[in-house]
């Protein structure tokens, strides 16, 4: 597949900050726009589609409950992750230079900005199914939003932890952490080729920190305080040297804290 137009020695396009700032504003305004929602969505609950409903019938049945679960998912992935896939859209709105100069327009770095959040609003289905699934089985309470106390949220803990350690986390980590290496290879051209390169590195993404964001199923699924620290510690772990040593320790914190838990 081509990749995107180099310069000079293979240098990429240089773009003012000032531009830069104009073209990122779109991604920009999609987080904060998410933030805000996720925020008058803990702070008042019955804004979610359902929720009321829920509370008092927590048996799932209503596809409004669901809807509204996956909503309150989506918004959330859309708040934490934006922020963490910066570096990336920073990169790919340098490389699109010589697209946008041709008059190809900007159109290309929301679109790639919107593969990204599509790719995460899938997981955010499965985790609202999941979460539903669990209501039904009284293993999550609707009210906290979190699962049982004992084994189940430590056995959560343990398979979080000990994913940090497996060969898929690690690939997928770096990935994530190699912008460069990711759009010479996987670049496509035009706004629906941006869709498509935003969308696998969603996925990339998913493959990196599906197992972080199940913590949430332990600490509360809108607990603000874990909501920010898992944003913060991907956003470190995918920016600091070393990351994988890092993810092992944080792996191995995980799995003691959930044996702790059982036992």
């Known amino acids: 597949m081509p990749g995107p137009a180099l310069h000079g020695s293979g240098a990429v396009s240089r773009v003012s900050p000032a531009r830069l700032a104009v073209l990122l504003g779109g991604p920009v305004a999609i987080a904060l726009a998410a933030w805000i929602y996720l925020a008058v969505m803990i702070g008042d609950m019955s804004t979610i589609p359902g929720?009321?409903?829920?509370?008092?019938n927590p048996q799932m049945s209503d596809p409004l409950q669901l809807f509204g679960l996956f909503l309150m998912w989506a918004v959330m992935m859309a708040a934490m992750m934006l922020p963490t896939a910066a570096p990336m859209i920073f990169s790919y709105?340098?490389?699109?230079?010589?697209?946008?100069?041709?008059?190809?327009?900007?159109?290309?770095?929301?679109?790639?900005?919107g593969g990204y959040v599509v790719a995460w609003a899938g997981f955010s289905l499965v985790a609202?199914?999941?979460?539903?699934?669990?209501?039904?089985?009284?293993?999550?309470?609707?009210?906290?939003?979190?699962?049982?106390?004992?084994?189940?949220?430590?056995?959560?803990?343990?398979?979080?932890?000990?994913?940090?350690f497996t060969p898929l986390k690690q690939a997928c980590l770096g990935k994530c952490r190699s912008p460069l290496?990711?759009?010479?290879?996987?670049?496509?051209?035009?706004?629906?080729?941006?869709?498509?390169?935003?969308?696998?590195?969603?996925?990339?993404?998913?493959g990196c920190c599906w197992a972080l964001m199940g913590l949430l199923f332990v600490a509360g699924v809108m607990n603000t305080v874990w909501i920010v620290a898992i944003t913060l510690y991907v956003l470190i772990e995918k920016i600091v040297p070393n990351a994988q040593v890092l993810s092992k320790l944080a792996g191995a914190g995980l799995v003691g804290l959930g044996l702790w838990l059982i036992i």
């Not at 929720?51 to 008092?56: A, D, I, N």
């Not at 290496?181 to 998913?206: D, I, P, S, Y």
């Open 51 to 56: 929720m009321s409903s829920m509370m008092m």
């Open 128 to 164: 609202a199914l999941l979460q539903g699934g669990l209501t039904n089985l009284a293993l999550l309470s609707p009210m906290m939003m979190k699962v049982v106390p004992g084994p189940l949220a430590g056995s959560v803990l343990i398979v979080a932890g000990i994913y940090q």
């Open 181 to 206: 290496n990711f759009l010479l290879t996987q670049w496509r051209e035009g706004k629906w080729g941006a869709l498509t390169m935003g969308w696998r590195h969603g996925l990339f993404c998913v």
């Open 93 to 113: 709105a340098r490389m699109q230079a010589r697209d946008r100069a041709q008059g190809k327009g900007w159109l290309p770095v929301i679109m790639f900005s």
